[in-house]
């Protein structure tokens, strides 16, 4: 299995530009998460979703920020519009149920907002 | 708000040596997991604890939940600079409910 697959790696955008971010989970888990690391605050689950459906989506910073689930195989995390302070590694992560078995994590986006 | 606090935020220490890293909270978790995280990487579970006082190793890292199943603590013997690295604690406070992060210990083994 190639693991959870983000992209892009790398993005680099202007304040007030949308960005989307992507995620692809491992196949056969039913729990997604989408997490924020800054040096400030550590890692932040901002959305997760059981079956495609949204959960908890208490950790979202603002209405500036969205996710999808539209499949089991994919889930966008959106910001429209961005701003510096959105600066950060997201990462996403997948596991069966809500796991005591632990996440799987993708390598991240890391998203600088100039 | 439940809150995950570790310690020490970080740790520099040479080739050979042990050392012990802590995870607290005043809530009891329903799990815990430790995780290390290298540079432009994602975090890679080592280990999930479930019984108060379980003990778990892995190699030179042992992992220990507390009775109470509030706290825990990793210790890695006889340190090398591939130890080097983000590590984290993460627990589930609720059967079925999400997981928390602590701030992370950041490890450092010089050679």
């Known amino acids: 299995d190639a693991g959870v697959i983000q992209s892009p790696r790398h993005e680099v955008t202007e304040m007030g530009q949308e960005v989307t971010l992507r995620c692809k989970p491992i196949?056969?888990?039913?729990?997604l998460f989408w997490y924020r690391q800054t040096m400030m605050r550590g890692l932040e689950l901002l959305i997760y979703?059981?079956?495609?459906?949204?959960?908890?989506d208490s950790g979202m910073p603002e209405d500036r920020f969205s996710a999808k689930m539209p499949n089991a195989s994919f889930s966008t995390l959106k910001i429209q519009p961005s701003e510096p302070r959105d600066s950060a590694v997201y990462f996403c992560?997948?596991?069966?149920?809500?796991?005591?078995?632990?996440?799987?994590f993708g390598s991240g986006t890391r998203l600088t907002v100039v | 708000t439940q809150l995950l606090e570790q310690s020490p935020q970080f740790l520099s220490i040479q080739e050979g040596e042990n050392l012990t890293v802590y995870c607290n909270s005043s809530?009891?978790?329903?799990?815990l997991q430790w995780y290390r995280q290298e540079p432009g990487e994602g975090p890679v579970l080592l280990v999930t604890?479930?019984?108060?006082?379980e003990v778990k190793k892995l190699k030179r890292l042992t992992f220990q939940f507390g009775d109470a199943r509030k706290d825990s603590s990793l210790h890695i013997t006889a340190a090398q600079p591939g130890d080097t690295g983000l590590y984290l604690c993460?627990?589930?406070?609720?059967?079925?409910?999400?997981?928390?992060f602590g701030q992370g210990t950041e490890l450092s083994v010089k050679p």
């Open positions: 993460a627990g589930i406070y609720n059967q079925g409910g999400k997981l928390i």
């Open positions: 604890v479930v019984t108060g006082g």
């Open positions: 196949s056969g888990h039913n729990s």
């Open positions: 979703f059981n079956n495609n459906v949204p959960i908890d």
């Open positions: 992560a997948s596991s069966f149920g809500m796991s005591n078995y632990g996440y799987t």
């Open positions: 809530s009891v978790f329903s799990s």
